[in-house]
Nanobody, 117 residues
């Protein structure tokens, strides 16, 4: 099974920035999909940003503010988060899908990001 370990996050003031990092136990270039989801209290888990094949997909609420990047040499996927607002408060999860692995889907343990107004 793939291990995904998130780092970063914490308490950030509204309007500020922070960066999350996900370290994978396997080469990030081998995944069909890899990236970030988030879950706010009382809400469903939602897409933040993922690499899917050769494309990058962002959730509507973060477009233009968040940027996903990857370093295949380090097996990491980062999420740069700018212009943060209280609605970005959530637990952020690293996610990976590989059709060659069983189970095919892996999740990190999550990291809390709290935006203060």
């Amino acid at each position: 099974q793939v291990q995904l370990v998130e780092s970063g996050g914490g308490l950030v003031q509204a309007g500020g920035s922070t960066r999350l990092s996900c370290a994978a136990s396997r080469s990030t270039s081998n995944f069909n999909v890899i990236g970030w989801y988030r879950q706010a209290p009382g809400k469903q888990r939602e897409l933040v940003a993922v690499f899917s094949g050769s494309t990058t997909n962002y959730g509507d609420s973060v477009k233009g503010r968040f940027t996903i990047s990857r370093d295949n040499a380090k097996n990491t996927v980062d999420l740069q988060m700018n212009s943060l607002n209280p609605e970005d408060t959530a637990v952020y999860y690293c996610y990976a899908l590989s059709l060659l692995l069983r189970p095919p889907i892996s999740w990190g343990q999550g990291t809390q990001v709290t935006i203060s107004s």
